[in-house]
């Protein structure tokens, strides 16, 4: 439960962060995206931002499931359901701090930029401890 709850207060403050930047905000932003050469691998759009922010709100609320938060209805199939997603959220933050090998994660080529600091003592290290706290609320 103390897992369940951690990961779920950290996901909801991941997703209003991902909401203040779709709304225009600077600050941090010029540190949360990939740099090549000093110039951002992607521009997210306040869309695909906004679509960021809706998927770890979805994330948190599998888990508030998963924990007993919230009921689910009794629906033939869904706990188990729940139990998947939630495990599948856990293989999905392990894989992002493992990385694709050239700009995120622990094994990350680029390793310049602030970006790729950044990633190496905060954003990869955060994606594996919500990857442990998410799979300990799956196991519950």
């Known amino acids: 439960m103390i897992a369940g709850t951690a990961a779920i207060l ?21 540190a949360a995206i990939p740099t090549l050469n000093e110039r951002p691998a992607l521009k997210p759009t306040a869309l695909t931002t906004i679509m960021v922010a809706v998927v770890l709100l979805a994330m948190a609320a599998v888990l508030a499931f998963r924990i007993g938060w ?42 310049e930029s602030r970006f790729a600091r950044l990633d190496t003592f ?8 919500l990857a442990v706290l998410v799979g300990l609320a799956a196991q519950a």
């Open 10 to 30: 950290i996901l909801i403050v991941l997703s209003d962060l991902h909401v203040y930047w779709a709304r225009g905000g600077k600050a941090g932003k010029g």
């Open 122 to 129: 905060a954003y990869s290290p955060l994606c594996a401890c």
């Open 70 to 111: 919230l009921d689910l209805p009794a629906v033939p199939g869904l706990s188990s359901f729940v139990r998947v997603c939630a495990w599948l959220i856990a293989v999905a933050f392990a894989l992002r701090a493992v990385g694709d090998f050239r700009y995120v994660g622990f094994f990350k080529k680029i390793r």
